[in-house]
């Protein structure tokens, strides 16, 4: 199911990369809500996740993230962000390589 809705949205997520930072923002709101349809509720597991900025606008209304990058100043980022939000319970970021 996850594969089929990267599948479907890659062309998006693209675009999304390489447009201004200011246009991205106003952007990104609707993918969220995308995302948030699609899964409906529960946990999702978002590996590359970087600072987080996506996490934080999918999480909420049931629904969970746990975010898993390699670099540890981007979760550091990310948990700072989740923190400042109040929402260190819908989201959740570890430091990981997927090739260990």
């Given at each position: 199911?996850e594969r089929r809705w990267w599948d479907e949205n890659a062309a998006l997520i693209e675009r999304l990369w390489t447009l201004p930072p200011d246009v991205r923002s106003v952007?990104?709101?609707?993918?969220?809500?995308?995302?948030?349809?699609?899964?409906?509720?529960?946990?999702?597991?978002?590996?590359?996740?970087?600072?987080?900025?996506?996490?934080?606008?999918?999480?909420?209304?049931?629904?969970?993230?746990?975010?898993?990058?390699?670099?540890?100043?981007?979760?550091?980022?990310?948990?700072?962000?989740?923190?400042?939000?109040?929402?260190?319970?819908?989201?959740?970021?570890?430091?990981?390589?997927?090739?260990?």
């Amino acid at each position: 199911m996850e594969r089929r809705w990267w599948d479907e949205n890659a062309a998006l997520i693209e675009r999304l990369w390489t447009l201004p930072p200011d246009v991205r923002s106003v952007v990104r709101a609707p993918l969220a809500a995308k995302i948030r349809a699609f899964f409906g509720r529960g946990t999702i597991l978002e590996i590359g996740c970087g600072s987080g900025w996506l996490a934080s606008m999918v999480a909420g209304s049931g629904i969970r993230v746990v975010g898993v990058d390699f670099s540890e100043e981007q979760i550091r980022l990310a948990k700072a962000r989740a923190a400042a939000e109040g929402r260190s319970h819908e989201l959740e970021f570890r430091t990981g390589d997927l090739a260990e």
